[in-house]
């Protein structure tokens, strides 16, 4: 027990000896652990409002003109059997008419019967992407003659997805080599007044453990309390900004992610971070010194 109360009150020492490059490194790690967060907050969304443009981006299946209403709803059956399809609605000629006739006035539609329109169904897909290759086994259907689908559209927004992504996991990878970084220099601005304190440890027989672990404590609790204060700061300015954007222009457009849905593998993901970061800077601040 005192051995490790020895490590510990070394630790906390060795954060209060250096407090302006504590606080620089706290913040520093906030501020990345921070970006990290918003650039994986903003994925979430953009995840969202694909899923929800793909809720909307419906396909339209159109019957053969020649098959009676009771041989189309029987194609629903084999439509449905398709992989990529998570529900088809059948519309018959009479509601395709009602429909058209309500979205134009009815005095330019004088003369339009039922026998214009043809029996369809509107689909919706688990996955846009899949979408060219959804149309084709449509087509491939008997009783299906044409399909109707944005296929531009569902390109645009598979590539924004897979822009977005790319770009968090680039940015997040650079912000934990910065974070490494800062931590490292932190201790090794501790380490540098206490090299000959350290050689006369490695002297006297001390072991590397021993003589590590205060420095590995340290970036410990610097990365923790990075991770915790970046966690607030984040549930605070994300609920902040959602408020705002709802208010405004965004509101009735996008639904955002509430942030309770994702605050536990967020604050997961920030204190395991701090975590690694902190242990990674402290071994690799004081390496140089342990060659005696």
Request: with cysteine.
């Amino acid at each position: 027990m005192s051995r490790l109360g020895y490590l510990f009150s070394e630790g906390f020492r060795g954060i209060f000896k250096h407090g302006f490059m504590s606080f620089a490194t706290v913040a520093i790690i906030m501020a990345c652990l921070i970006i990290m967060g918003s650039m994986t907050l903003v994925s979430l969304n953009i995840d969202a409002l694909i899923d929800d443009l793909e809720n909307q981006n419906e396909v339209v299946a159109f019957v053969d003109e020649e098959l009676t209403d009771e041989a189309a709803r029987n194609i629903g059956g084999s439509i449905t059997g398709l992989d990529n399809i998570t529900s088809a609605k059948f519309v018959s000629r009479e509601e395709a008419m009602n429909t058209f006739m309500g979205n134009y006035d009815s005095a330019l539609m004088e003369g339009v019967d039922v026998s214009v329109f043809r029996n369809r169904y509107v689909l919706q897909l688990v996955d846009i992407a899949r979408m060219a290759e959804t149309k084709t086994d449509l087509e491939n259907l008997p009783g299906i003659t044409k399909v109707n689908a944005h296929l531009d559209y569902a390109d645009s927004f598979v590539k924004v997805r897979n822009i977005v992504t790319a770009v968090s996991f680039v940015l997040i990878g650079i912000l934990f080599l910065v974070s490494l970084f800062i931590m490292n220099n932190t201790i090794k601005l501790a380490t540098f007044s206490r090299k000959e304190e350290i050689g006369i440890m490695k002297m006297v027989g001390a072991s590397n453990s021993f003589i590590r672990l205060p420095f590995i404590i340290e970036g410990l609790i610097l990365g923790v309390t990075g991770a915790l204060l970046a966690f607030v700061a984040q549930w605070g300015v994300y609920n902040l900004l959602c408020r705002k954007l709802a208010e405004s222009f965004a509101e009735g457009y996008m639904n955002f992610v509430p942030f309770g849905s994702v605050s536990t593998y967020m604050l997961t993901f920030f204190v395991a971070l701090g975590v690694l970061i902190g242990a990674l800077g402290g071994v690799n601040a004081i390496r140089n010194y342990l060659k005696v």
